[in-house]
């Protein structure tokens, strides 16, 4: 996911990143909500995790697209030529791309619409995959994933083909990753098709090395949304007074990112005072792994089957592909 600066933001968007802020840091668990990592910079960290040679995910989906896009195109085009193609926080569409060009070589009759809370993102596409991928048929839009696709749905009424790949449904609980497919099965029609990328379970110190990168990129990361909050909403955060900590615990599969108090101290948000004791955390982010068993479950629990999966060479990623029931 690329949320959009709140200074790009209507007021109402900019609001809700306040409200959402500040119930975070009221909870008794302290929380922020991951969304929010993606300002202009955060952008630019992610793009250089990304690069880590610790960061696997991105590598491993990119070799299942560079060389299984043939097949999915087919797989796609089963029923029918023609249908949209919409994805879900596409980001560069740097592992999209590849299928978009299989499409596009055979000859199939879709429209692109990518869909990302950055509009960074969607402006970045919308320059740049014409130029890539001449005669692309393109419609990017900025906003949350269920709000657009349900304004997708308003277009036209072809059959939907939906991508969610980069191991962002990890940025979910397991229960909100079901509830999330749930919606999504709402929102298609029996025999549409939805692709998702899930980061499978493996050797624990691989899974921790990729979210504690030795470059720091990552912790970098993770106080850029401490950086954010204070420019756009005014806070006072010591940012060099909290310190990245991840975990991964291989029996549940979550890998989770938090902020350490390294002190006792007080933040100021407008009117709001938060205390922090030392030590006392801030959870950030959770990247939650997956059996392909587990991904089965999910499948069947949101009213999808799954159609096939796609694995890279080391089976550390899969993109499983899952159609909607009745």
């Not at 409200?19 to 630019?44: I, M, P, Q």
């Not at 989906?61 to 560079?66: D, G, K, S, T, Y």
């Not at 299928?99 to 596009?104: C, G, P, S, T």
């Not at 993770?222 to 615990?249: C, K, M, S, W």
Request: charge should be negative.
């Amino acid at each position: 996911m690329f949320p959009l600066s709140t200074a790009q933001l209507p007021g109402r968007r900019s609001a809700t990143f306040y409200t959402d802020v500040v119930n975070g840091l009221r909870a008794d668990h302290k929380y922020l909500s991951s969304k929010y990592f993606y300002d202009e910079n955060g952008d630019k960290l992610f793009q250089q995790i990304m690069a880590c040679p610790e960061y696997y995910p991105t590598r491993c989906e990119l070799e299942i697209m560079q060389h299984q896009s043939g097949k999915m195109a087919r797989l796609f085009m089963e029923e029918s030529s023609d249908f949209d193609l919409v994805e879900l926080g596409p980001g560069d569409a740097t592992k999209s791309w590849f299928l978009l060009r299989e499409l596009q070589k055979d000859h199939a009759s879709f429209t692109y619409y990518p869909i990302d809370i950055s509009s960074n993102v969607i402006g970045w596409l919308e320059d740049k995959l014409p130029v890539t991928l001449p005669g692309i048929r393109l419609q990017g839009l900025n906003g949350e994933y269920l709000e657009q696709l349900h304004q997708v749905n308003t277009f036209s009424n072809k059959r939907k083909i939906v991508l969610f790949m980069g191991a962002n449904i990890g940025n979910m609980t397991v229960h909100q990753a079901t509830q999330f497919c749930r919606q999504l099965h709402e929102q298609m029609h029996p025999g549409d098709l939805l692709m998702i990328g899930f980061d499978l379970k493996k050797y624990p110190g691989t899974i921790l090395a990729a979210y504690n990168d030795k470059q720091g990129i990552t912790r970098a990361f993770n106080l850029n949304l401490l950086t954010r909050i204070n420019r756009e909403l005014g806070a006072d955060f010591d940012v060099e007074q909290f310190e990245h900590y991840p975990v991964y615990d291989p029996g549940t599969g979550s890998c989770k990112s938090y902020l350490i108090s390294r002190i006792q101290q007080e933040v100021h948000i407008g009117d709001n005072q938060f205390s922090f004791a030392e030590n006392e955390v801030i959870h950030m982010e959770i990247s939650q792994k997956y059996t392909l068993m587990e991904t089965e479950s999910m499948a069947a629990q949101a009213g999808f089957e799954p159609v096939d999966t796609f694995f890279d060479s080391k089976r550390w990623f899969a993109d499983v592909l899952w159609r909607r029931l009745a």
